[in-house]
């Protein structure tokens, strides 16, 4: 059996070349459209929540103090836009302190800081 893990990630490098642009994300269970419409909502939430700069570090605070109202509808202040995916208005509160904003998760996993040291490149905020 051979070994797939880079022993020394410094030795390897993902080449710059861009073979594909198709977008690759969470797979779920077919037939389980309920789980799969959580998942897709909580990565819209993580990436929403970057651009508007709620971090794992501040979501306490900007929950308790912003004004804006995207803020506002992201954190559950003013709207519970999980209720239908039968979430609480906490939820995206919750995924955020665990995990993260969008950019926060890519830059721990993947990003130049990590081990895998790639750049955003394509993948980064439209904005």
Do not use: C
């Not at 906490?90 to 130049?112: C, H, Q, W």
């Amino acid at each position: 059996m051979r070994n797939k893990e880079a022993k020394n990630p410094d030795d390897h490098l993902i080449l710059p070349t861009l073979i594909s642009k198709e977008s690759l994300g969470p797979m779920v269970r077919r037939g389980d459209d309920e789980w799969f419409a959580i998942v897709k909502w909580v990565i819209y939430g993580l990436l929403e929540a970057e651009e508007y700069g709620i971090t794992k570090a501040h979501v306490d605070s900007m929950k308790a103090t912003s004004q804006d109202p995207v803020v506002q509808r992201i954190l559950g202040t003013t709207e519970d836009t999980g209720k239908l995916l039968g979430l609480d208005k906490d939820s995206m509160v919750r995924a955020i302190k665990t995990s993260g904003n969008y950019g926060e998760m890519f830059e721990r996993n993947l990003g130049p800081s990590s081990a895998v040291k790639l750049p955003r490149g394509l993948n980064s905020l439209w904005n």
